[in-house]
């Protein structure tokens, strides 16, 4: 599975940004995954962002919640990430994240850097 995301740069306090990750790959036609960002600031771990399953359940990261909303487009095998009221401790790389839990498979992109200026 190749996975290219975009979307990512630089914004305002209060600003939106929306990430994009489209998803490539014979295995996503015969499997349910799920698709979701996650976001790794320095210095600290890596930490979810949200994750959206095959049927459509979405689960947010506590700092993100009521501001971030992730959605997918099933037929593009793409998932997108609209931010909202954006903070600086926002700024961070975003990765995009494809599961496949019935493979035991896993993959990441290559990042999109997100940053924030207060």
């Known amino acids: 599975v190749q996975l290219v995301e975009s979307g990512g740069g630089l914004v305002q306090t209060g600003g939106s940004l929306r990430l994009s990750c489209a998803a490539s790959?014979?295995?996503?036609?015969?499997?349910?995954?799920?698709m979701g960002w996650y976001r790794q600031a320095p210095g600290k771990q890596r930490e979810l962002v949200a994750v959206?399953?095959?049927?459509?359940?979405?689960n947010y990261g506590i700092s993100v919640k009521g501001r971030f909303t992730i959605s997918r487009n099933t037929a593009k095998n793409t998932v997108y990430l609209e931010m909202n009221s954006m903070k600086p401790e926002d700024t961070a790389v975003y990765y995009c994240?494809?599961?496949?839990?019935?493979?035991?498979?896993?993959?990441w992109g290559q990042g999109t850097q997100v940053t924030v200026s207060s």
């Open positions: 994240n494809v599961n496949l839990p019935a493979f035991y498979y896993e993959t």
């Open positions: 959206i399953t095959g049927r459509g359940t979405t």
């Open positions: 790959g014979s295995i996503l036609r015969s499997a349910d995954y799920a």
